[in-house]
C-alpha cells in the first residue's frame, strides 16, 4: 500500500478494467512466524531485500481455497546453485520450519537441468489417445466448444469420420420419422432437434421447466433449452459413446488471485484457438477427481523444414492471463519440439524435526549421505534377503528390528510425498546424491542413491534393498527424510562357495534370486566384514532355510557353483 496526494490520483479509464490485476498475492509454504501472534515487521523487511528486484521461480504448493491464498516456495536460480528462500528465513532466524520439507537450504548444480525434447526423427509404434502413457505423444484434435482455460471440449481428428456417420444416421433417421413422446427424467437420453447446422444430435437432459427442457448437447459440448416437441427417444443404435472430452489446461492458474478466470482470458484463449482452426495438439497429463481431464495442449507451427509445438498455456501466461503453477498429483509441465525427418520389537527411533532448529551453511542437498547399516549384534540370526547383485552377493535385512524399521520408513516418506509434484531443483541430479524416490510397481517412497545420470532418468540403488532400477526424475525428490536410521541391509557372500567360471552367470544368478528373495533364512556370518571393489562392505557367511537346507550346497550339489578348497 501507497500514501500518496490526491492530486495525483486519476479515475482509471474503462479499456483498463478488462484485464486482470496482475499482481497475485501468495503466502509461503512450509514455514510459520516465530511468535503466535504473527509475522515481526524484521521477518518482513528482511524478505523483502532478499529478494527485491530478483527473477525467482515459484512453486505452487497449495492453491488457494477461499480467502486463503496461495502457498508457494521461492527459489533464487543461481549458475552454480539454487536457494531456497523459504528454507533460507528458517536459516536466518525468521521462521520456523511447519512440515520439515523446507529445511534445505541450497541445491548445488553439478550438472545442469537437462532441456526435455524429443529425438529427430522419433517413429512410435502406436498412438496412445488419451490414454495416460508415461511418454505419451501428441494427439491431434479439434476444440470443439471453449467455456474456459478450465473447461475445454474437444474431439480427436481421428474420430471426425466416426462422427460424420453418426451426424448423417441421426438426420436420416429422425427426419423421417414421426413425432413420438419421450420420457423427460433428468439424467435420460433422447434425440434433440437443435436449429442451424447442428441438426438432430444426441443429447441428455438436464432439468425440465414446464414445456421447457434444459439438455447437453452431447457430442457438442455445450448446454441448451429446447421445447419438449423438439425431443425424441434415443434408438439403440445410436447408444455408444460420445465424441467430446472435456478437459482442461493443466498448471495454470489465473492471474490475479481470484481463482476465476475473467472473461478477458476467456475471451484470448478462443481468439488463441480460432488462429489455427481450433486445431490442436494435446498429451494427457494425470486423472482429476473433477471429471475433466488434465491436459497440455500444443499449437503446431512450421519452423523452417521442422515442426514446433507451441504451449497454449505459456501463451495465456505470456499475456498476462494466467500463472504458471504446479498442482499435486499432476506431473510438471513439458515443451517438446520435435522436427520433421525425410524418412525382538525393538524399533530404530524416528527421527523427528524440531520446529525451532537452525540450518548450517552446510546443509545442502549433496552433503547427506545414508549411513551405513548396523554391524549384526551376533554372528547368527534370521534374515530376509532382498536382492542378489551380479557379483553374488545376497543383500538382507534382518528380521528383527529391520523389518518394522522398513515399515515405518515407508511409511514416513510416504505421508511426505504421496500425490507430490516434482520441484525446480528436483530437476537436475548427479552421481553419489542421496535422494527419495517412487517405484514404479507399488507407487511407494524409498530412500535411494544416484548411480548414474541419463537423459530424463537416473540409474539408484534402493538402499535399504539393495535393488538397482531406472527412475524417472520427476518420480525423484531431494529434500530427505529419515536420514538418522542406517541403511536396513547388507551384502552377504556365500563364503564356502564360487563361481563355476570366471564370474557368475545369469542363469544361476536367477536360480539364486528366486530360491531366496523374500524368504527367511537363517544367516551365520562365518567372517569378518570385507570391502568389496566399490568400497561397499561385505559380510562372509551360510544360509540356511528353516527346513535345515543349506544354500550354498544346493547350489553346488545342482552344478550351479563349486566349493572353495579350504586353504
Known amino acids: 500500500t501507497e500514501t500518496t496526494w490526491d ?15 496482475m499482481a497475485t498475492p501468495v503466502c509461503l509454504a512450509g514455514i510459520g512466524p516465530l511468535q503466535k501472534s504473527g509475522w515481526e515487521d524484521q521477518a518482513t523487511q528482511v524478505l523483502v531485500e532478499k529478494t527485491r528486484l530478483k527473477e525467482l521461480v515459484m512453486f505452487v504448493e497449495e492453491e488457494n481455497s477461499g480467502d486463503e491464498y496461495c502457498k508457494v516456495v521461492l527459489y533464487e536460480m543461481l549458475p552454480d546453485k539454487d536457494v531456497c528462500i523459504n528454507a533460507w528465513l528458517v536459516k536466518e532466524g525468521h521462521a520456523v520450519s511447519l512440515t520439515g520439507v523446507c529445511t534445505t537450504l541450497e541445491y548445488q548444480k553439478e550438472s545442469q537441468p537437462l532441456a526435455v525434447t524429443s529425438a529427430v526423427g522419433e517413429n512410435r509404434q502406436h498412438i496412445p489417445g488419451l490414454s495416460g502413457d508415461r511418454k505419451p505423444e501428441k494427439v491431434a484434435c479439434r476444440v470443439i466448444s471453449v467455456q474456459s482455460p478450465s473447461s475445454i471440449f474437444i474431439r480427436q481428428v481421428m474420430d471426425e469420420e466416426s462422427f460424420y456417420h453418426l451426424h448423417t444416421g441421426l438426420q436420416s433417421h429422425y427426419n423421417s420419422r414421426p413425432a413420438t413422446n419421450v420420457k423427460l427424467n433428468p439424467g435420460s437420453m433422447c434425440a434433440a432437434y437443435v436449429a442451424g447446422k447442428v441438426g438432430w444430435a444426441r443429447a441428455k437432459v438436464l432439468s425440465v421447466k414446464g414445456k421447457k427442457v434444459e439438455l447437453k448437447l452431447l457430442d457438442a459440448g455445450r448446454n441448451t433449452t429446447l ?49 489455427f482452426d481450433m486445431m490442436v495438439y494435446v498429451e494427457i497429463a494425470g486423472k482429476s477427481p473433477s471429471g475433466t481431464v488434465p491436459v497440455q495442449m500444443f499449437l503446431k507451427l512450421l519452423v523452417g523444414t521442422g515442426v514446433q509445438f507451441v504451449s497454449v498455456g505459456e501463451k495465456l501466461i505470456q499475456a498476462g492471463l494466467a500463472i504458471p503453477a504446479v498442482k499435486r498429483k499432476t506431473p510438471p509441465i513439458l515443451e517438446y519440439v520435435k522436427k520433421s525427418s525425410l524418412n525382538s520389537n525393538q524399533v530404530l527411533p524416528l527421527p523427528i524435526p524440531v520446529a525451532n532448529a537452525s540450518l548450517n551453511d552446510s546443509d545442502t542437498s549433496l552433503s547427506v549421505s545414508w549411513l551405513s547399516p548396523l554391524q549384526p549384534p551376533i554372528p547368527e540370526f534370521l534374515a530376509v534377503p532382498s536382492h542378489v547383485d551380479w557379483e553374488g552377493n545376497i543383500y538382507l535385512c534382518p528380521l528383527t528390528p529391520n523389518q518394522d524399521n522398513l515399515r515405518i ?15 525446480p531443483v528436483d530437476r537436475y541430479w548427479s552421481v553419489g546424491q542421496s535422494a527419495i524416490s517412487r517405484w514404479d510397481l507399488d507407487g511407494r517412497w524409498y530412500r535411494v542413491k544416484v548411480l548414474g545420470v541419463n537423459f530424463d532418468e537416473c540409474t539408484v540403488q534402493f538402499v535399504d534393498y539393495g535393488t538397482v532400477e531406472e527412475c524417472q526424475m520427476e518420480d525423484m525428490r531431494k529434500d530427505l527424510f529419515m536420514t538418522e536410521v542406517p541403511v536396513q541391509c547388507f551384502p552377504l557372500q556365500l563364503g564356502n562357495i564360487q563361481p563355476v567360471g570366471d564370474k557368475w552367470e545369469q542363469s544361476v544368478l536367477d536360480f539364486l534370486h528366486s530360491t531366496v528373495v523374500d524368504q527367511t533364512l537363517e544367516v551365520v556370518i562365518t567372517s569378518p566384514m570385507v570391502t568389496g571393489e566399490c568400497g561397499t562392505k561385505i559380510y562372509c557367511g551360510k544360509l540356511t532355510t528353516r527346513a535345515g537346507l543349506d544354500i550354498g550346497q544346493l547350489l553346488v550339489r545342482n552344478g550351479y557353483a563349486r566349493a572353495k578348497q579350504e586353504n
Open 7 to 21: 492530486s495525483d490520483i486519476h479515475k482509471i479509464l474503462d479499456k483498463f478494467l478488462t484485464l486482470p490485476v
Open 227 to 275: 421445447p419438449a416437441e423438439s425431443l425424441r427417444p434415443i434408438e439403440k443404435k445410436f447408444r455408444f459413446r460420445n465424441f467430446v472430452e472435456e478437459v482442461h489446461l493443466v498448471n495454470l492458474l489465473p492471474a490475479g488471485g481470484s481463482g476465476r478466470w475473467p472473461g478477458v482470458a476467456c475471451e484470448t484463449l478462443l481468439e488463441i484457438l480460432e488462429q
Open 409 to 423: 520408513i515407508c511409511n514416513v516418506l510416504d505421508s511426505k510425498y504421496q500425490g507430490s509434484s516434482p520441484r
